[in-house]
Protein backbone atom coordinates (compact mmCIF):
# COMPACT_ATOMS: atom_id res chain seq x y z
CA UNK A 1 0.00 0.00 0.00
CA UNK A 2 1.08 3.36 -0.74
CA UNK A 3 1.01 6.37 0.99
CA UNK A 4 -0.43 9.22 -0.09
CA UNK A 5 1.83 11.13 -2.71
CA UNK A 6 4.49 8.87 -1.92
CA UNK A 7 5.99 6.19 -3.74
CA UNK A 8 7.70 4.10 -1.00
CA UNK A 9 5.64 1.44 0.77
CA UNK A 10 4.65 2.84 4.42
CA UNK A 11 5.73 -0.75 5.59
CA UNK A 12 9.33 -0.02 4.72
CA UNK A 13 9.53 3.66 5.38
CA UNK A 14 9.52 2.78 9.69
CA UNK A 15 12.56 0.40 9.53
CA UNK A 16 14.44 3.11 7.38
CA UNK A 17 13.47 5.93 10.41
CA UNK A 18 14.16 3.74 13.02
CA UNK A 19 17.87 2.93 11.59
CA UNK A 20 18.78 7.09 10.88
CA UNK A 21 17.51 7.83 14.72
CA UNK A 22 19.91 4.84 16.08
CA UNK A 23 22.40 6.20 13.48
CA UNK A 24 22.39 9.74 15.09
CA UNK A 25 22.33 8.74 18.74
CA UNK A 26 25.35 6.88 18.58
CA UNK A 27 27.38 9.30 16.54
CA UNK A 28 26.55 11.83 19.03
CA UNK A 29 28.57 10.65 21.97
CA UNK A 30 31.21 10.13 19.29
CA UNK A 31 31.67 13.70 18.16
CA UNK A 32 31.42 15.04 21.63
CA UNK A 33 34.69 13.62 22.48
CA UNK A 34 35.88 15.26 19.16
CA UNK A 35 39.06 17.56 20.33
CA UNK A 36 38.10 21.46 19.82
CA UNK A 37 34.77 21.17 20.46
CA UNK A 38 33.96 21.12 16.44
CA UNK A 39 31.23 19.35 16.41
CA UNK A 40 29.78 20.25 19.78
CA UNK A 41 28.51 23.60 17.98
CA UNK A 42 26.05 21.39 16.04
CA UNK A 43 23.81 21.96 19.20
CA UNK A 44 25.83 24.20 21.07
CA UNK A 45 26.63 27.82 19.54
CA UNK A 46 29.44 28.52 22.05
CA UNK A 47 31.61 26.70 19.55
CA UNK A 48 31.76 29.27 16.88
CA UNK A 49 32.83 31.96 19.73
CA UNK A 50 35.47 29.27 21.13
CA UNK A 51 37.09 29.01 17.77
CA UNK A 52 38.23 32.81 18.18
CA UNK A 53 38.76 33.04 21.98
CA UNK A 54 42.17 31.94 23.69
CA UNK A 55 40.87 28.39 24.54
CA UNK A 56 40.33 27.56 20.93
CA UNK A 57 43.13 24.20 20.91
CA UNK A 58 40.61 23.27 24.57
CA UNK A 59 38.66 20.48 24.17
CA UNK A 60 35.35 20.87 25.10
CA UNK A 61 35.83 17.67 27.53
CA UNK A 62 38.24 19.37 29.30
CA UNK A 63 36.23 22.00 30.64
CA UNK A 64 32.90 19.73 31.09
CA UNK A 65 33.56 16.35 32.00
CA UNK A 66 31.25 13.53 31.69
CA UNK A 67 29.35 14.37 28.70
CA UNK A 68 30.49 11.79 26.51
CA UNK A 69 26.97 10.61 27.00
CA UNK A 70 23.51 11.95 25.50
CA UNK A 71 21.62 13.60 27.13
CA UNK A 72 24.43 14.99 29.28
CA UNK A 73 23.96 14.28 32.49
CA UNK A 74 22.81 17.25 34.68
CA UNK A 75 24.69 19.25 38.09
CA UNK A 76 27.98 18.08 36.73
CA UNK A 77 30.43 20.60 38.00
CA UNK A 78 32.77 22.54 36.07
CA UNK A 79 36.60 22.34 37.10
CA UNK A 80 37.87 25.34 38.27
CA UNK A 81 40.86 27.50 36.16
CA UNK A 82 43.03 26.37 38.41
CA UNK A 83 42.93 23.32 36.71
CA UNK A 84 45.34 24.78 33.94
CA UNK A 85 46.46 27.91 35.69
CA UNK A 86 47.68 26.95 38.38
CA UNK A 87 50.41 29.63 38.94
CA UNK A 88 47.56 32.19 38.33
CA UNK A 89 45.16 30.68 40.67
CA UNK A 90 48.24 31.15 43.66
CA UNK A 91 48.88 34.48 42.76
CA UNK A 92 44.90 35.52 42.78
CA UNK A 93 44.69 33.88 46.09
CA UNK A 94 47.47 35.97 46.89
CA UNK A 95 46.04 39.23 45.96
CA UNK A 96 43.24 41.83 47.34
CA UNK A 97 41.06 39.78 44.83
CA UNK A 98 41.50 36.57 46.08
CA UNK A 99 41.47 37.69 49.60
CA UNK A 100 38.38 39.44 49.70
CA UNK A 101 36.68 36.21 47.58
CA UNK A 102 37.99 34.41 50.32
CA UNK A 103 36.57 36.61 53.21
CA UNK A 104 32.93 35.93 51.48
CA UNK A 105 32.84 39.02 49.74
CA UNK A 106 30.22 38.09 46.77
CA UNK A 107 31.27 41.31 44.60
CA UNK A 108 35.39 40.53 44.34
CA UNK A 109 36.04 39.78 41.26
CA UNK A 110 36.68 35.96 39.48
CA UNK A 111 38.18 34.89 36.46
CA UNK A 112 35.13 35.42 34.47
CA UNK A 113 34.79 39.14 35.32
CA UNK A 114 37.99 40.21 33.93
CA UNK A 115 38.64 37.80 31.49
CA UNK A 116 34.94 37.05 29.94
CA UNK A 117 33.62 33.43 30.20
CA UNK A 118 35.43 30.36 29.11
CA UNK A 119 34.25 30.75 25.42
CA UNK A 120 35.04 34.45 24.66
CA UNK A 121 37.91 34.88 26.74
CA UNK A 122 41.07 36.88 24.60
CA UNK A 123 44.11 36.15 24.32
CA UNK A 124 45.85 38.56 26.86
CA UNK A 125 48.79 39.13 24.70
CA UNK A 126 46.36 40.77 21.66
CA UNK A 127 46.03 44.62 21.31
CA UNK A 128 41.97 44.36 21.82
CA UNK A 129 42.65 42.66 25.21
CA UNK A 130 45.03 45.73 26.40
CA UNK A 131 43.06 48.32 25.56
CA UNK A 132 40.09 46.74 27.38
CA UNK A 133 41.72 46.46 30.72
CA UNK A 134 40.78 50.23 32.07
CA UNK A 135 37.22 49.88 31.08
CA UNK A 136 37.44 46.07 32.76
CA UNK A 137 39.18 47.32 36.12
CA UNK A 138 36.57 50.40 35.91
CA UNK A 139 33.44 48.04 36.20
CA UNK A 140 34.88 48.07 39.80
CA UNK A 141 36.70 51.34 40.22
CA UNK A 142 34.75 53.75 38.35
CA UNK A 143 36.24 56.82 40.16
CA UNK A 144 39.61 55.79 39.27
CA UNK A 145 38.84 54.57 35.90
CA UNK A 146 37.60 58.20 34.72
CA UNK A 147 40.90 59.83 36.29
CA UNK A 148 42.92 57.20 34.39
CA UNK A 149 41.39 57.90 30.92
CA UNK A 150 41.65 61.47 31.33
CA UNK A 151 45.21 61.19 32.19
CA UNK A 152 47.92 61.24 30.04
CA UNK A 153 48.63 57.09 29.81
CA UNK A 154 45.09 56.93 29.64
CA UNK A 155 45.20 59.74 26.62
CA UNK A 156 47.91 57.56 25.19
CA UNK A 157 45.88 53.96 25.14
CA UNK A 158 42.95 55.89 23.73
CA UNK A 159 45.10 57.01 20.81
CA UNK A 160 46.08 53.06 20.18
CA UNK A 161 49.47 53.42 22.13
CA UNK A 162 49.73 50.09 23.48
CA UNK A 163 53.01 50.65 25.18
CA UNK A 164 51.50 53.22 27.22
CA UNK A 165 51.16 51.52 30.77
CA UNK A 166 47.62 50.03 32.33
CA UNK A 167 46.17 49.46 34.97
CA UNK A 168 47.91 45.44 35.29
CA UNK A 169 51.51 47.57 33.84
CA UNK A 170 52.14 49.06 37.55
CA UNK A 171 48.79 47.54 40.00
CA UNK A 172 49.84 43.77 38.28
CA UNK A 173 47.81 41.48 37.10
CA UNK A 174 46.57 38.57 39.19
CA UNK A 175 48.69 39.40 42.28
CA UNK A 176 47.48 42.33 42.84
CA UNK A 177 48.13 44.10 46.56
CA UNK A 178 46.78 46.76 48.56
CA UNK A 179 49.06 50.04 48.25
CA UNK A 180 49.72 49.97 51.91
CA UNK A 181 51.62 46.51 51.80
CA UNK A 182 54.97 46.93 51.05
CA UNK A 183 55.62 44.48 48.82
CA UNK A 184 52.89 46.33 46.17
CA UNK A 185 54.49 47.25 43.04
CA UNK A 186 52.87 51.09 43.65
CA UNK A 187 54.32 51.24 47.17
CA UNK A 188 56.37 53.65 48.45
CA UNK A 189 59.02 51.24 49.08
CA UNK A 190 58.74 50.13 45.04
CA UNK A 191 56.59 52.92 43.07
CA UNK A 192 60.01 54.73 41.65
CA UNK A 193 61.21 51.19 40.62
CA UNK A 194 57.70 51.10 39.13
CA UNK A 195 57.55 53.90 37.19
CA UNK A 196 61.10 53.47 36.25
CA UNK A 197 60.20 50.00 33.96
CA UNK A 198 58.97 52.63 31.52
CA UNK A 199 60.57 55.87 32.51
CA UNK A 200 64.10 54.72 32.50
CA UNK A 201 63.84 52.55 29.35
CA UNK A 202 66.39 54.10 26.32
CA UNK A 203 64.47 52.48 23.65
CA UNK A 204 60.77 54.04 25.20
CA UNK A 205 62.14 57.13 25.96
CA UNK A 206 63.93 57.64 22.93
CA UNK A 207 60.49 56.43 20.88
CA UNK A 208 57.88 58.81 22.76
CA UNK A 209 60.58 61.57 23.13
CA UNK A 210 60.28 61.64 26.95
CA UNK A 211 63.46 63.10 29.14
CA UNK A 212 65.96 60.28 29.44
CA UNK A 213 67.35 61.39 32.77
CA UNK A 214 64.18 61.31 34.88
CA UNK A 215 65.10 58.35 36.50
CA UNK A 216 68.63 59.25 37.51
CA UNK A 217 68.12 62.43 38.29
CA UNK A 218 65.33 61.50 41.00
CA UNK A 219 67.47 58.52 42.36
CA UNK A 220 70.62 61.05 42.91
CA UNK A 221 68.18 63.63 44.81
CA UNK A 222 67.48 64.13 48.51
CA UNK A 223 64.40 62.19 47.86
CA UNK A 224 65.67 59.29 45.90
CA UNK A 225 68.64 58.52 47.93
CA UNK A 226 66.24 58.46 50.86
CA UNK A 227 63.96 56.09 49.04
CA UNK A 228 66.80 53.66 47.90
CA UNK A 229 67.83 53.37 52.07
CA UNK A 230 64.12 52.53 52.98
CA UNK A 231 62.19 55.87 54.36
CA UNK A 232 58.87 55.18 53.82
CA UNK A 233 57.19 59.01 53.92
CA UNK A 234 60.00 60.62 51.60
CA UNK A 235 58.60 61.31 48.24
CA UNK A 236 58.24 59.34 45.60
CA UNK A 237 57.05 59.13 42.15
CA UNK A 238 53.44 59.44 42.82
CA UNK A 239 53.73 62.19 45.45
CA UNK A 240 54.08 64.79 43.18
CA UNK A 241 53.17 63.71 39.96
CA UNK A 242 50.26 62.13 40.38
CA UNK A 243 48.57 58.47 40.83
CA UNK A 244 46.37 57.39 38.55
CA UNK A 245 45.62 61.73 37.23
CA UNK A 246 49.10 62.11 35.93
CA UNK A 247 48.80 64.85 33.19
CA UNK A 248 51.76 66.87 31.85
CA UNK A 249 53.40 69.66 33.36
CA UNK A 250 51.73 72.21 31.14
CA UNK A 251 48.36 71.27 32.10
CA UNK A 252 47.05 73.97 34.61
CA UNK A 253 45.31 70.67 36.86
CA UNK A 254 48.49 69.01 36.48
CA UNK A 255 50.12 68.57 40.55
CA UNK A 256 53.54 69.49 38.79
CA UNK A 257 52.31 72.68 36.91
CA UNK A 258 54.45 75.71 38.11
CA UNK A 259 50.76 77.29 39.91
CA UNK A 260 50.33 74.31 41.85
CA UNK A 261 53.95 73.49 42.85
CA UNK A 262 53.15 74.94 46.21
CA UNK A 263 50.59 73.05 46.87
CA UNK A 264 52.16 70.08 45.79
CA UNK A 265 55.60 70.67 47.66
CA UNK A 266 53.25 72.04 51.42
CA UNK A 267 52.40 68.57 51.50
CA UNK A 268 55.68 67.62 52.76
CA UNK A 269 57.26 70.99 53.33
CA UNK A 270 54.55 73.23 54.98
CA UNK A 271 54.58 76.88 54.17
CA UNK A 272 55.92 76.27 50.80
CA UNK A 273 55.86 79.34 48.75
CA UNK A 274 56.60 79.93 44.73
CA UNK A 275 60.21 79.50 45.15
CA UNK A 276 59.68 76.05 44.65
CA UNK A 277 58.82 76.61 41.25
CA UNK A 278 61.86 78.64 40.85
CA UNK A 279 64.55 75.73 40.80
CA UNK A 280 64.46 73.10 38.47
CA UNK A 281 63.72 69.68 39.77
CA UNK A 282 65.21 67.00 38.07
CA UNK A 283 68.71 67.96 38.39
CA UNK A 284 71.72 65.83 36.55
CA UNK A 285 74.78 66.30 38.16
CA UNK A 286 77.41 67.98 35.23
CA UNK A 287 74.25 68.73 33.17
CA UNK A 288 71.56 71.43 33.51
CA UNK A 289 72.38 72.55 36.60
CA UNK A 290 72.49 75.91 38.28
CA UNK A 291 75.79 77.78 37.74
CA UNK A 292 76.28 78.57 41.35
CA UNK A 293 75.50 74.62 41.75
CA UNK A 294 77.59 73.88 39.35
CA UNK A 295 81.01 75.95 40.42
CA UNK A 296 79.91 74.23 44.31
CA UNK A 297 80.62 71.23 43.17
CA UNK A 298 83.50 71.84 40.62
CA UNK A 299 85.00 73.96 43.60
CA UNK A 300 84.99 70.82 46.14
CA UNK A 301 86.02 68.33 43.42
CA UNK A 302 88.97 70.54 43.28
CA UNK A 303 89.11 71.37 47.10
CA UNK A 304 89.05 67.92 48.23
CA UNK A 305 91.42 65.89 46.23
CA UNK A 306 94.17 68.57 46.64
CA UNK A 307 93.76 68.76 50.25
CA UNK A 308 93.37 65.06 50.98
CA UNK A 309 96.39 64.33 48.71
CA UNK A 310 98.59 67.37 50.16
CA UNK A 311 98.06 65.51 53.52
CA UNK A 312 98.56 61.91 52.50
CA UNK A 313 102.19 63.25 50.94
CA UNK A 314 102.99 65.07 53.80
CA UNK A 315 102.08 62.60 56.63
CA UNK A 316 102.82 60.05 54.48
CA UNK A 317 106.50 61.17 54.13
CA UNK A 318 106.69 62.35 57.45
CA UNK A 319 105.67 58.53 58.72
CA UNK A 320 108.18 56.46 56.16
CA UNK A 321 111.13 58.86 57.72
CA UNK A 322 110.23 58.43 61.55
CA UNK A 323 110.22 54.54 60.09
CA UNK A 324 113.31 54.68 58.94
CA UNK A 325 114.62 56.61 61.56
CA UNK A 326 113.14 53.95 64.28
CA UNK A 327 113.97 50.57 62.47
CA UNK A 328 117.12 51.09 60.01
CA UNK A 329 118.96 53.43 61.83
CA UNK A 330 120.83 52.55 65.06
CA UNK A 331 119.07 54.31 68.35
CA UNK A 332 121.07 57.33 69.28
CA UNK A 333 121.88 56.77 73.35
CA UNK A 334 119.08 59.00 75.07
CA UNK A 335 120.66 61.79 76.74
CA UNK A 336 118.85 63.53 79.79
CA UNK A 337 117.41 66.76 79.26
CA UNK A 338 116.84 69.41 82.32
CA UNK A 339 113.13 70.58 82.63
CA UNK A 340 113.17 74.47 82.03
CA UNK A 341 110.17 75.00 83.62
CA UNK A 342 106.63 73.49 83.91
CA UNK A 343 105.76 72.36 80.52
CA UNK A 344 103.29 74.09 78.96
CA UNK A 345 99.54 73.26 78.78
CA UNK A 346 98.03 72.75 75.33
CA UNK A 347 94.54 71.89 76.42
CA UNK A 348 92.52 72.47 79.36
CA UNK A 349 90.24 69.68 80.55
CA UNK A 350 87.21 71.33 79.84
CA UNK A 351 88.71 71.98 76.64
CA UNK A 352 90.07 68.40 75.70
CA UNK A 353 86.25 67.27 76.11
CA UNK A 354 85.34 69.75 73.75
CA UNK A 355 87.78 68.27 71.18
CA UNK A 356 86.44 64.81 71.82
CA UNK A 357 82.78 65.85 71.41
CA UNK A 358 83.95 67.90 68.08
CA UNK A 359 86.10 64.45 67.21
CA UNK A 360 82.80 62.15 67.89
CA UNK A 361 79.96 64.70 65.99
CA UNK A 362 82.26 64.83 63.37
CA UNK A 363 82.65 61.41 62.63
CA UNK A 364 78.89 60.43 63.24
CA UNK A 365 78.10 63.37 60.88
CA UNK A 366 80.81 61.63 58.13
CA UNK A 367 79.02 57.93 59.06
CA UNK A 368 75.28 59.07 58.81
CA UNK A 369 76.28 61.53 56.09
CA UNK A 370 77.34 58.89 53.27
CA UNK A 371 74.93 56.18 54.50
CA UNK A 372 72.41 58.17 52.75
CA UNK A 373 74.64 58.71 49.55
CA UNK A 374 75.35 54.58 49.72
CA UNK A 375 72.63 52.79 51.70
CA UNK A 376 73.93 49.59 50.19
CA UNK A 377 77.12 49.42 51.69
CA UNK A 378 77.50 47.04 55.08
CA UNK A 379 79.00 49.67 57.33
CA UNK A 380 75.19 51.77 56.26
CA UNK A 381 73.21 48.78 56.56
CA UNK A 382 72.91 49.41 60.76
CA UNK A 383 71.51 53.00 60.23
CA UNK A 384 69.27 52.16 56.88
CA UNK A 385 67.91 48.87 58.19
CA UNK A 386 65.30 50.98 60.43
CA UNK A 387 64.12 53.48 58.18
CA UNK A 388 60.41 51.86 57.02
CA UNK A 389 59.57 51.77 60.82
CA UNK A 390 61.82 54.93 61.78
CA UNK A 391 64.07 57.43 60.50
CA UNK A 392 67.36 56.09 62.51
CA UNK A 393 69.79 57.80 60.42
CA UNK A 394 68.28 61.29 60.16
CA UNK A 395 67.42 61.28 63.85
CA UNK A 396 71.04 60.29 64.78
CA UNK A 397 72.55 62.55 61.94
CA UNK A 398 70.45 65.36 63.29
CA UNK A 399 71.73 64.43 67.08
CA UNK A 400 75.50 64.68 65.79
CA UNK A 401 74.73 68.02 64.05
CA UNK A 402 73.26 69.43 67.07
CA UNK A 403 76.18 68.31 68.93
CA UNK A 404 78.59 70.07 66.83
CA UNK A 405 77.39 73.58 66.50
CA UNK A 406 76.77 73.17 70.13
CA UNK A 407 80.48 72.32 70.67
CA UNK A 408 80.95 75.46 68.22
CA UNK A 409 78.95 77.84 69.76
CA UNK A 410 80.69 77.14 73.14
CA UNK A 411 83.82 77.55 71.42
CA UNK A 412 83.14 80.87 70.55
CA UNK A 413 82.00 81.98 74.11
CA UNK A 414 85.16 80.95 75.30
CA UNK A 415 86.99 82.99 72.69
CA UNK A 416 84.88 85.93 74.01
CA UNK A 417 84.81 85.82 77.62
CA UNK A 418 88.44 84.68 78.24
CA UNK A 419 91.23 87.03 77.67
CA UNK A 420 93.50 84.60 78.25
CA UNK A 421 91.94 82.11 75.74
CA UNK A 422 91.95 84.99 72.69
CA UNK A 423 95.66 85.88 73.39
CA UNK A 424 96.02 82.14 72.86
CA UNK A 425 93.60 82.15 70.29
CA UNK A 426 95.42 84.50 68.43
CA UNK A 427 98.76 83.10 67.93
CA UNK A 428 96.69 80.60 65.40
CA UNK A 429 96.28 82.82 63.24
CA UNK A 430 98.55 82.25 59.76
CA UNK A 431 101.57 84.14 59.10
CA UNK A 432 104.01 84.59 56.36
CA UNK A 433 106.49 82.40 58.27
CA UNK A 434 103.80 79.56 58.01
CA UNK A 435 104.37 79.29 54.31
CA UNK A 436 107.90 78.82 54.58
CA UNK A 437 107.97 76.37 57.25
CA UNK A 438 104.80 74.47 55.11
CA UNK A 439 107.36 74.30 51.99
CA UNK A 440 110.27 73.17 54.09
CA UNK A 441 108.46 70.27 56.17
CA UNK A 442 106.66 69.08 52.66
CA UNK A 443 110.18 69.14 51.27
CA UNK A 444 111.36 67.17 54.10
CA UNK A 445 109.08 64.44 54.16
CA UNK A 446 109.27 63.62 51.12
CA UNK A 447 112.93 63.57 50.62
CA UNK A 448 114.06 66.86 48.93
CA UNK A 449 115.08 68.36 51.97
CA UNK A 450 118.36 66.43 54.42
CA UNK A 451 117.09 68.84 57.56
CA UNK A 452 113.63 69.07 59.46
CA UNK A 453 112.83 72.64 59.39
CA UNK A 454 112.34 74.15 62.95
CA UNK A 455 108.88 75.04 63.41
CA UNK A 456 107.31 77.95 65.65
CA UNK A 457 105.35 76.49 68.95
CA UNK A 458 101.97 76.43 67.12
CA UNK A 459 102.93 75.37 63.61
CA UNK A 460 101.26 75.31 60.74
CA UNK A 461 100.36 71.77 60.97
CA UNK A 462 98.14 73.29 63.98
CA UNK A 463 97.07 76.52 62.13
CA UNK A 464 95.83 74.36 58.95
CA UNK A 465 93.72 71.63 60.85
CA UNK A 466 92.35 74.64 63.41
CA UNK A 467 90.77 76.35 60.55
CA UNK A 468 90.07 73.31 58.45
CA UNK A 469 87.39 72.53 61.29
CA UNK A 470 86.50 75.86 61.39
CA UNK A 471 86.04 76.06 57.74
CA UNK A 472 84.18 73.20 57.76
CA UNK A 473 81.94 73.10 60.76
CA UNK A 474 81.05 76.66 59.41
CA UNK A 475 79.87 75.02 55.54
CA UNK A 476 78.32 72.01 57.36
CA UNK A 477 76.43 73.57 59.70
CA UNK A 478 75.35 76.41 57.32
CA UNK A 479 74.05 74.39 54.30
CA UNK A 480 72.99 71.45 57.11
CA UNK A 481 70.79 74.44 58.52
CA UNK A 482 69.37 75.55 55.08
CA UNK A 483 68.22 71.88 54.24
CA UNK A 484 66.75 70.89 57.77
CA UNK A 485 64.64 73.96 57.65
CA UNK A 486 63.64 73.53 54.09
CA UNK A 487 62.59 69.76 55.73
Not at 348 to 354: A, F, G, K, Y
Request: aromatic share 8%.
Amino acid sequence: MKGPGNSVPCGAAAPRAALLAALLLWALPAAAQEEGGADCSTCHDHGQKLKQSAHAAVACLKCHPKHEEYPHPADVPKPPCSQCHGSEAKDYALGAHGRAAKAGNASAPDCAMCHGGAHEATRASTEAFRRSVPETCGMCHDTIAAEYNASVHGAAVRRGVTASPVCSDCHGEHSIIPVKERASPVSPAHVSETCARCHGDVRLTRRFGLPPDRVTSFESSFHGLAARAGSQSVANCASCHGVHDILPSSDPKSMIHPARLPETCGKCHPGAGMRFAIGQIHIVAGREEPRPVYWARWFYLSLIPVTVGLMLLHHGGDWIRKLIALRLRPAPAPQPRPLAGKPEMRMLPWERVQHALLAVSFIVLVWTGFALRYPEQFWARPLVMWEGNWPVRGTVHRIAAVVLMAVSVVHAITLLASRRLRSHWLTLFPKKKDLYEGFAGLAWAIGLRRSKPALSAHSYIEKVEYWAVIWGTFIMALTGVLLWANN
